[in-house]
């Protein structure tokens, strides 16, 4: 079964210190792996598709890396209105599983100024 | 582009009741899907669609229905509300393409907050 865990549940940093969200996942041959931003109150919005291990994408203090297993959400000196909840998902190749795309439970983050 | 539109925005039920949320899209994307959020538990897939007409159960379906009788518009039904049904609904599109080709990038609504007594 198509499964995610994010870690941590979480996280509170400090203006400009640097960290790492995990998202592991187990699948049945990955289509693409996913990154949303949920603000509060709103729905997620798209961030980042990544598709096979090695691939990295960036968008401003925001880098997302896939391996065979896991990906990872890096933030490079954050800012306060980098707060937010963020969400990682799948989709499987093939079959019926490649129509469902499954989310994890998010990471919260908090950044103090 | 009004994207994804969601009504109603809270909506509260005794149980027992039944009622449907309602999501339009204007972006002419073949897919569209129900979430529901539930604190702590992230987004869970209630039911999907590829197509007009095409709907398969997502990880949690019972006691909702779907329709796609239009590429536009995807009502999430509920038969008879029970207050494990409390929850924000997320209803997103995305454009799918011939044979499941093209990105998977899903565009979300606004969300309706349910609460069911």
């Known amino acids: 079964e198509d499964q995610v865990t994010q870690s941590p549940e979480a996280l509170r940093l400090q203006e400009g210190e640097s960290s790492s969200l995990n998202c592991s996942y187990t699948?049945?041959?990955?289509?693409?792996l996913f990154w949303y931003r949920q603000d509060p109150g709103k729905g997620p919005e798209f961030l980042f598709t990544?598709?096979?291990a090695g691939e990295e994408k960036e968008k401003e203090r925001l880098k997302a890396t896939l391996t065979k297993k896991e990906s990872f959400l890096h933030i490079t000196a954050p800012k306060p209105e980098d707060s937010a909840t963020y969400l990682c998902?799948?989709?499987?190749?093939?079959?019926?599983?490649?129509?469902?795309?499954?989310f994890g439970s998010g990471t919260r983050l908090s950044i103090r100024p | 582009n009004a994207g994804v539109t969601q009504t109603p925005k809270f909506q509260v039920l005794k149980t027992g009741q039944s009622m449907t949320l309602q999501c339009a899209q204007d972006?002419?994307?073949?897919?569209m899907s129900w979430y529901r959020q539930d604190p702590g538990m992230g987004l869970r897939l209630i039911h999907y669609?590829?197509?007009?007409?095409?709907?398969d159960q997502g990880e949690v379906p019972n006691g909702y229905n779907v329709s796609r009788s239009t590429t536009e518009d995807f009502p999430l039904r509920l038969l008879s509300a029970a207050p494990s049904q409390t929850s924000v609904y997320f209803c997103?599109?995305?454009?799918?393409?011939?044979?499941?080709?093209?990105?998977?990038?899903?565009?979300f609504g606004p969300g309706t907050r349910l609460t069911v007594t």
């Open positions: 997103a599109s995305s454009y799918w393409g011939l044979a499941g080709g093209g990105d998977r990038e899903q565009y």
């Open positions: 699948v049945s041959g990955l289509r693409g």
């Open positions: 990544l598709y096979s």
């Open positions: 998902a799948v989709q499987a190749r093939g079959g019926r599983s490649a129509s469902k795309i499954i």
């Open positions: 972006m002419n994307h073949e897919y």
């Open positions: 669609s590829v197509g007009a007409g095409i709907t």
